[in-house]
């Protein structure tokens, strides 16, 4: 039970590349999640899925694209990386989102540092 | 708009108590959650509080005061291991997880 995984673990573009963010979870969990994190900053929600095949959007939505086509899968994409993008990504996941109570607890992947040059 | 403060960062003394406090502000109120974070780690759940009152887990204590849009997360028995950053999260009408910037806990020997 591995949890939640994500690939890869670091990488550094430049400024107009792309790229996408895999993260996969085994906890049959409908609810996931991908945050950025920002020195002095508290993790901001990028976008968010509450069952396969939904997508929906944050509080920073712009310049990524998500797919959810697998339940245990959740894909960030940066189409034209830019230099604000550089952050720690988080994905995660939860068995409820909304009145599930203690059930919304959200487990973590280990991150992926992006660094755009 | 909706805010999470909590203060940047704490010393405290192996083997002694610390209270780190969080004060929210959000558009409705659906929980709150702790979370510990070491250093280059993912966040891990530690303490989830709803109704008013303490939640008491171990080594680790959870306070919740809706009134006061108030929690805070006492630690005893200090241990050098619990050196990491202490997230606290609100959730909002939208079940939305605000959270704020984080408390660098540093223990000292």
Same mark, same amino acid.
């Given at each position: 039970?591995?949890?939640?995984?994500? +690939?890869?673990?670091?990488? !550094?573009?430049? +400024?107009?590349?792309?790229?996408?963010?895999?993260? @996969?979870? &085994?906890?049959?969990?409908?609810?996931?999640?991908?945050?950025?994190? &920002?020195?002095?900053?508290? =993790?901001? =929600?990028?976008?968010?899925? !509450?069952?396969?095949?939904?997508?929906?959007?944050?509080?920073?939505? &712009?310049?990524?694209?998500?797919?959810? =086509?697998?339940?245990?899968?959740?894909?960030?994409?940066?189409?034209? @990386?830019?230099?604000?993008?550089?952050? !720690?990504?988080?994905?995660?996941?939860?068995? @409820?989102?909304?009145?599930?109570?203690?059930?919304?607890?959200?487990?973590?992947?280990?991150?992926?540092?992006?660094? !755009?040059? | 708009? /909706?805010? *999470?403060?909590?203060?940047?960062?704490?010393?405290?003394?192996?083997?002694? *108590?610390?209270?780190?406090?969080?004060?929210?502000?959000?558009?409705? #109120?659906?929980? %709150?959650?702790?979370?510990? /974070?070491?250093?280059?780690?993912?966040?891990? #759940? %530690?303490?989830?509080?709803? %109704?008013?009152?303490?939640?008491?887990?171990?080594? #680790? $204590?959870?306070?919740?005061?809706?009134?006061?849009?108030? $929690?805070?997360? %006492?630690?005893?028995?200090?241990?050098?291991?619990?050196?990491?950053?202490?997230?606290?999260?609100?959730?909002?009408?939208?079940? /939305?997880? *605000?959270?704020?910037?984080?408390?660098?806990?540093? *223990?000292?020997?």
């Amino acid at each position: 039970n591995a949890g939640v995984t994500q +690939t890869p673990k670091f990488r !550094v573009l430049k +400024t107009g590349q792309s790229m996408t963010l895999l993260c @996969a979870q &085994d906890m049959n969990h409908e609810y996931m999640y991908w945050y950025r994190q &920002d020195p002095g900053m508290g =993790l901001r =929600l990028i976008h968010y899925s !509450v069952g396969e095949g939904t997508t929906a959007k944050g509080e920073v939505p &712009d310049g990524y694209n998500v797919s959810r =086509l697998k339940k245990q899968n959740f894909l960030l994409g940066l189409e034209s @990386a830019a230099p604000s993008q550089t952050s !720690v990504y988080f994905c995660a996941s939860s068995s @409820a989102g909304a009145s599930g109570g203690a059930l919304e607890t959200q487990y973590f992947g280990p991150g992926t540092r992006l660094l !755009v040059l | 708009g /909706q805010n *999470i403060d909590q203060p940047t960062e704490m010393t405290a003394t192996e083997g002694a *108590i610390v209270q780190i406090n969080c004060t929210y502000q959000t558009s409705g #109120f659906n929980g %709150l959650f702790w979370y510990q /974070q070491h250093a280059g780690e993912a966040p891990t #759940f %530690l303490s989830y509080n709803v %109704l008013d009152g303490l939640e008491e887990k171990g080594r #680790f $204590s959870s306070f919740l005061s809706r009134s006061k849009g108030y $929690s805070y997360l %006492l630690l005893k028995e200090l241990q050098m291991k619990d050196s990491a950053s202490y997230l606290c999260a609100a959730k909002d009408s939208n079940y /939305q997880l *605000i959270w704020g910037a984080g408390t660098k806990l540093i *223990i000292k020997p």
